[in-house]
């Protein structure tokens, strides 16, 4: 079984739903991190946390230390947030393990 | 200010040839982080330098695989004898300090043939 489980693997969905994305993790942790990476581009780190709840814009982050969880969520889902979202734990104080990620396919 | 970033970005080389793959991380940053990204297989932790501190090797797959870090500058990561399992993306990113967040460069694409 991998430290970090994420689900779904694939997630396609209509423009301007709310979309959930979710990440379990095995293990103690320091920090939990979220990522994206567009088709052929870069990674962006979008949140970094460990406790309670982030926001920036339509994206939202949580984080359940004592059920090893946490949730990506869009809001108002558009085709430009179509990407692969990665989950990655923080262990050891400086080694990321990182989830399968999900891809994302929004729908016009 | 500038990103971090990454030579060359592509590689192609032959099977049994070192390669030398360089990361000039965000200015400042004290912590550097290489990684990979195979097809496949998803991202995997190499290799982390903070400040002086010894770097954490832990995630290096085999001793053909080496790196470097001048200072809180440059680093180097070396792959000697490269094999057709070397093949994938390699990262590098930096941050400040370990407990923020990580800046990724754009990856060089090595292809061992």
């Known amino acids: 079984k991998n430290e970090v489980e994420q689900s779904p693997q694939n997630l396609t969905a209509q423009e301007g739903e709310f979309i959930t994305i979710n990440c379990s993790y095995s293990?103690?942790?320091?920090?939990l991190h979220w990522l994206q990476q567009h088709p052929g581009g870069g990674i962006v780190s979008l949140f970094m946390?460990?406790?309670g709840k982030k926001k920036h814009g339509r994206l939202i982050a949580t984080i359940n230390i004592q059920e090893k969880h946490s949730s990506l969520h869009i809001t108002a889902s558009h085709p430009r947030d179509s990407a692969v979202y990665i989950c990655?734990?923080?262990?050891?104080?400086?080694?990321?393990?990182f989830g399968a990620g999900t891809i994302l396919r929004v729908k016009s | 200010g500038a990103g971090v970033s990454q030579s060359p970005s592509n590689k192609v080389t032959e099977k049994g040839k070192d390669v030398e793959l360089r990361c000039d991380p965000i200015?400042?940053?004290?912590?550097l982080y290489w990684y990979r990204q195979s097809l496949g297989q998803g991202l995997e932790f190499l290799i982390y330098?903070?400040?002086?501190?010894?770097?954490?090797k832990s995630g290096l797959p085999s001793d053909r695989f080496s790196a470097e870090r001048t200072g809180e500058s440059v680093s180097t990561l070396t792959i000697q004898r490269t094999q057709q399992e070397d093949s994938a993306v390699y990262l590098c990113?930096?941050?400040?300090?370990?407990?923020?967040?990580?800046?990724f460069g754009p990856g060089t694409r090595l292809t061992v043939l």
């Open positions: 990113a930096s941050s400040l300090y370990w407990t923020d967040t990580q800046y």
């Open positions: 293990v103690g942790i320091s920090a």
């Open positions: 946390l460990s406790s």
């Open positions: 990655a734990v923080m262990r050891g104080g400086n080694k990321l393990v």
């Open positions: 200015s400042g940053h004290t912590a």
């Open positions: 330098f903070q400040g002086n501190s010894a770097p954490d």
